[in-house]
């Protein structure tokens, strides 16, 4: 396997760091003494926070994408689309729950073309997430209730689920998805 490179360490504590603190509050010094190590020396590795901001979030929008493109591509109803969804938003959450961050609380901190490519990419995902109920909705695998309403329940839970995880701690990943999914598909009745 593969070591670390200081660039994605460097990543990996700012990330910590705007989780903890928000991008504004996190300067380029703070990571730098986070690491041990003199504020310079990041810029052996890094441009500027900015850079760092971006390759956060357009990391986990690009994750988001595949996933998303994965799951259309799939032969599968809608409602398993749904479920499909739910268990990538999971995963990207176990595994990138400070990143996440970032990207649910950072994003309007983008610039110039990383901002116009992140917001197409999630516009993007959304409108596919949108038509798969729609799509399932005509089919009667959901129930007749609004799509804006349900796209909107399901993301905001699992936009939100990298804070409620993290006060969790090890909950059992495949539990979650499996009652997660549930609660999400099928209500609680």
């Known amino acids: ?78 409602l398993e689309k749904v479920k499909a969804l739910i268990e990538l938003h999971i995963d990207i959450t176990v595994n990138h729950s400070e990143a996440l961050a970032a990207l649910n609380n950072d994003w309007m901190h983008l610039q110039g073309q990383d901002l116009i490519d992140f917001v197409q990419m999630r516009e993007d995902y959304e409108e596919n997430f949108r038509n798969i109920i729609r799509k399932g909705v005509e089919l009667g695998q959901i129930q007749p209730r609004h799509p804006e309403v349900i796209l909107f329940s399901i993301l905001s839970t699992l936009r939100t689920l990298y804070l409620w995880y993290q006060k969790r701690g090890k909950l059992d990943v495949n539990v979650l998805k499996k009652d997660m999914a549930e609660v999400l598909l099928h209500g609680i009745t």
């Open 1 to 78: 396997m593969k070591g670390t490179t200081r660039k994605e360490e460097i990543i990996s504590v700012a990330s910590r760091l705007f989780e903890e603190k928000g991008f504004t509050a996190v300067s380029v010094r703070d990571i730098a003494q986070e690491m041990g190590i003199k504020a310079a020396s990041l810029y052996n590795h890094i441009s500027s926070k900015q850079e760092i901001l971006s390759s956060l979030i357009l990391k986990l929008a690009r994750d988001f994408t595949k996933g998303m493109n994965g799951v259309q591509e799939a032969n599968s109803s809608p």
